[in-house]
Each structure stands twice: as structure tokens, then as C-alpha cells.
């Protein structure tokens, strides 16, 4: 079978399209779960973040409707049914609508506070768009939609794979990082750092200097490893640490997160089954204890 | 198959365009590929908008501080106020709040007023003038700027919160402090002190 019948025929990821969309939905309830105590401060009228400014096209008027204060004053019907679109969309429910409206409610309530969003957030909104044209069915056969959901995939997997080499390429062209100064430097400011790893580094130099190489190091070889199955899960684990450590060290929480929610994008099919499965073991688990107590 | 064949072609061609797209954007500017810049631009803003840098090419250096204070009736002035440093301490408390996105608006009012008052100084029409005179022109620009009305009113809303009255005006500062490398000697410290602005105008 050669590489384009396979392609076009196939739907080579069902299990990991359905991992991947619940993954990302379950994420973006805790991401705008945890932004409902300070809403206001954030999609509100009074919200401090600059309006963007339009430049005539009609479908960036649409996509950046908080501009408009009579639409900004309404925030709350988004908040509502963006929470409601993604609970849909965890049940399955018609996935390529809903899954095209949670992006559109996603990238409006986005385009609100676009003025601090960051690396992390910016991949998400352009996942989200991928994310719509994945194939879940497995009785599906029609050729059309197995093949864009094939496309879709492998671009949502560029998307992650683009960040690594941007990240890790623009860094080759600084003086600092090459100095191997940065991460002394990031350690220093408050913003991205804590006391403890502010006394560290000050005492221990090296171990600055040693972080800045493993950061390069690993952000340039990321764009390779990742599509060779022997490196892949390797450089997963290595990320899950340097995700996890960078998001309590530095405070990049959200950027953290939203990477290893991505990484399930290039889990092989059978490891993503195994979750589905796992998954499932635990639901008909809770459904016997509850009808258990019912008894 | 010949139809399969042809949507296989057709989504690699824009799977290639939307990449390079991609790249464009991230890696050049109008200044050095015009309109292919452009075109970039208009496809990837706002929907696909995204900066991969990620700290790069090089990471902040400085700590920065968003400040304001009153100016008030009888034209004394209260001491400066810095929200910052209290939302950064509750944010590392849990490091899975939004309290961490609140600190970054706060400190985005002085860094993006800075940012424009930068530009203004910069602008080419006025570089034959005198320092002083550059400073005052881009001080007499910068009150214009939605930036700079917006971080007036961040500090009066904060200033009244605070429970200060007989507020005539609000002044607003940016201050940037280079972090210094072991065993370097020089310590940079920039504060920028923005014009006040006063209520009835």
C-alpha cells in the first residue's frame, strides 16, 4: 500500500483524534475554569487590556468582536457557552460542529486579552482550528473526511514541532543563551522565578549555566526526535520534566500545560487505545459502585 | 483513486502554504520581504497570530515595575503605589491561578506605554532637535496614546480604591532594573516618569 492510499484510505489515528479533542477541551474547562474568579478583569468592559485596532477586513471584525464594548458587556453569554460547547464536546456530541464552534468561541474570548496571551495559548487557538477537522468515527468511510483528518493531525503535530524549532533556533542567534547566561538572568526576575531558585543560582552559577545548554539543546533536537519512534517517548518524558519544572520554577504554568496536552498528538495509536480503555475501566468501575450503593 | 490522489496533492500544497506562511511571518518583517511579508500578515492575523520566541533570541534582563501615584488638590503627592510585587507573591501561592495573568496586565500598562514613548523618541522628524526638546515633544505625543489613557486610568481606579480624594491628577512611571551578572560592575536602572494627567481634561 503506498504512502497515499494509506493517507487517503485510512483513518490512521481514530483513537488518538478522541483522546487528543477530550484532552484539549478538558484542558481549555480548568484554562477558563480558573480565569471565571477574575472574568471581569479580563473580558469586561472595564478590562485594562487595550482594544485591537481594525484594519478594515469584515473577518477579523468578527473574530475580534470584544472590540466592540456592546459585545465586550456580554462576555458572560460567551464564558457560558464556550463551558457549554466543551462539555458537548467531551460527550461527543456532532464533534466537527462543535468542535468549529468552541474554536470560534475560544478565539473570541481569546482576541479579548490577546495583549497577554502567550506562546503556549497562541498554539492552542491554532490546534484548535485542526482539532475541528478530526476523524473520531470508526465506521466512517468516506475517503474525503479520512483524509483531512490524516492532514489534520500531521499539522497539529507540525504546529507543536514549528514552536520547539522557532523557540529553540532564535535562541542560536542571541548572545545570552549562547553565553550561557540565561537562565541566570530568568532566575533573577521575580516574574519568572522563586527565592529559592534566585539564592541557587547566585550561589551556584554553573547550574545556570548548565539549564540554559539542556533548554537549547532540547528545544533544537525536539523538531527531529519527535518523528522517529525510538527517540519520540524519550523526548515526551525528557518535556513532561522540563514542562513540569519550568512551570513551577518560572511560573510558566500555562505554557507548560498546554505543550503536554499536545503531546498526545503523537501518541501512536495502540498507547492511545490503552488510555481510551483505561478510561473506560474506570467509568464502568464508578458505574458499579454507584449502582452498588443504589442496591 | 484519482480523486483521493488529487485531494492528497491539494491538501500538501496547502499544508506547504500554510507552513511557510507560517514561517514567513515568524521570520522576517516588511522591511526585509515586503509584500510577501504582508501577505502573511493578512492570512495569519488575527486567527493563526502566534510568537514562537519564547524567550528568545535573548530573555528578559530587567525587572520591571509599573508605578503611580495622586497629585492631588493643593499640588502635593501621595507616595508611589506598585501592585505587582502583592499579585506576584499571591500568583506564586498557586502557580495554577489566573492571579499570574493579572500581574502580566499590570505590568503590560507600563511596559506598552513605555514601548510608545521609545518610538516617539525615535521618530525621524524630530531628531535634529535638542535631547530635551525630543523628550518634551514625545512627552506633549505620548498623552494621545490609548496605551497611556488606559494606564492613567488603571492608577486612578486603583488610587480611589485605595480610598485617596481630592485627586487632581494621576502620574504614572516605568521602571526597568537590569539584573547585573556575577561580578560585573555596572547596574543599569531606567525609571521613566510619564506627564500627569489630570482629571478635567
Redesign the interface.
Known amino acids: 500500500m503506498t504512502v497515499i492510499e494509506r493517507v487517503t484510505t485510512l483513518n490512521l489515528s481514530i483513537n488518538t483524534n478522541w483522546l487528543l479533542r477530550r484532552v484539549v477541551y478538558i484542558f481549555l474547562l480548568f484554562y477558563f475554569g480558573r480565569l471565571l474568579p477574575y472574568a471581569d478583569y479580563f473580558f469586561g468592559e472595564t478590562s485594562f487590556i487595550n482594544p485591537n485596532f481594525f484594519d478594515g477586513n469584515i473577518l477579523k471584525w468578527v473574530v475580534q468582536s470584544f472590540n466592540f464594548p456592546m459585545i465586550r458587556e456580554a462576555y458572560p453569554l460567551f464564558l457560558i457557552l464556550e463551558f457549554g460547547l466543551l462539555f458537548l464536546g467531551l460527550f461527543g456530541f456532532s464533534p466537527k460542529v462543535i468542535g468549529f464552534l468552541i474554536y470560534g468561541c475560544t478565539l473570541i474570548l481569546q482576541q479579548g486579552m490577546i495583549g497577554v496571551s502567550n506562546a503556549g495559548e497562541q498554539i492552542l487557538y491554532n490546534s484548535l482550528f485542526f482539532l475541528v477537522l478530526l476523524e473520531e468515527r470508526p465506521n466512517q468511510n468516506n475517503t474525503f473526511w479520512i483524509t483531512i483528518s490524516n492532514f489534520a493531525l500531521l499539522a497539529i503535530k507540525i504546529e507543536v514541532a514549528f514552536l520547539y524549532f522557532v523557540a529553540g533556533f532564535t535562541k542560536l542567534t542571541g548572545d545570552i543563551w549562547l553565553a550561557g547566561d540565561a537562565f541566570y538572568y530568568v532566575s533573577q526576575i521575580n516574574e519568572y522565578s522563586s527565592d529559592w531558585l534566585k539564592e541557587l543560582i547566585q550561589k551556584q552559577y554553573w547550574i545556570g549555566v548548565v539549564l540554559s545548554y539542556i533548554v537549547i539543546c532540547y528545544q533544537v533536537t525536539f523538531p527531529f526526535a519527535i518523528w522517529f519512534q525510538k527517540l519520540k517517548y524519550k523526548w515526551m518524558l525528557i518535556g513532561v520534566v522540563f514542562h513540569i519544572s519550568i512551570g513551577f520554577m518560572n511560573g510558566l504554568m500555562d505554557f507548560g500545560l498546554i505543550m503536554l496536552t499536545l503531546y498526545f498528538a503523537f501518541y501512536d495509536e495502540s498507547k492511545s487505545g490503552k488510555v481510551i480503555q483505561f478510561l473506560s475501566e474506570i467509568k464502568s468501575a464508578g458505574n458499579k459502585i454507584i449502582s452498588a450503593k443504589g442496591d | 483513486?484519482m480523486?483521493?490522489?488529487v485531494?492528497?496533492y491539494v491538501?500538501?500544497v496547502?499544508?506547504v502554504f500554510?507552513?511557510s506562511m507560517?514561517f514567513i511571518y515568524?521570520?522576517s518583517d516588511y522591511s526585509s520581504l515586503g509584500k510577501a511579508y504582508l501577505y502573511s500578515y493578512?492570512y495569519l492575523?488575527?486567527?493563526?497570530?502566534?510568537?514562537?520566541?519564547?524567550?528568545?533570541?535573548?530573555?528578559?534582563?530587567?525587572?520591571e515595575h509599573f508605578v503611580y501615584r495622586a497629585i492631588f488638590k493643593d499640588d502635593s503627592k501621595s507616595k508611589w503605589f506598585e501592585d505587582?510585587?502583592t499579585l506576584?507573591l499571591e500568583?506564586?501561592q498557586n502557580?495554577?491561578?489566573?492571579?499570574?495573568?493579572?500581574?502580566?496586565?499590570?505590568?503590560?500598562?507600563g511596559f506598552?506605554t513605555n514601548q510608545i514613548y521609545v518610538q516617539l523618541l525615535k521618530n525621524p522628524s524630530i531628531q535634529h532637535l535638542r535631547k530635551e526638546k525630543i523628550m518634551e515633544v514625545a512627552k506633549q505625543q505620548i498623552i494621545h496614546y490609548?496605551?497611556y489613557k488606559?494606564?492613567c486610568?488603571?492608577a486612578l481606579?486603583n488610587l480611589e480604591n485605595r480610598g485617596l480624594i481630592e485627586i487632581k491628577g494621576v502620574q504614572v512611571a516605568y521602571l526597568r532594573d537590569e539584573?547585573e551578572?556575577?561580578l560585573a560592575s555596572k547596574n543599569n536602572f531606567e525609571a521613566q516618569l510619564f506627564p500627569v494627567k489630570y482629571l478635567d481634561e
Open positions: 483513486m480523486k483521493n490522489k485531494l492528497f491538501l500538501s496547502l499544508l500554510h507552513f507560517k515568524q521570520f493578512n492575523v488575527p486567527q493563526f497570530h502566534f510568537n514562537y520566541k519564547v524567550f528568545a533570541p535573548e530573555p528578559p534582563t530587567a525587572k505587582g510585587s506576584l500568583a506564586k502557580r495554577f491561578s489566573a492571579v499570574y495573568k493579572k500581574w502580566k496586565i499590570v505590568n503590560f500598562l506598552q490609548p496605551q488606559n494606564a486610568n488603571y481606579i539584573v551578572l556575577p
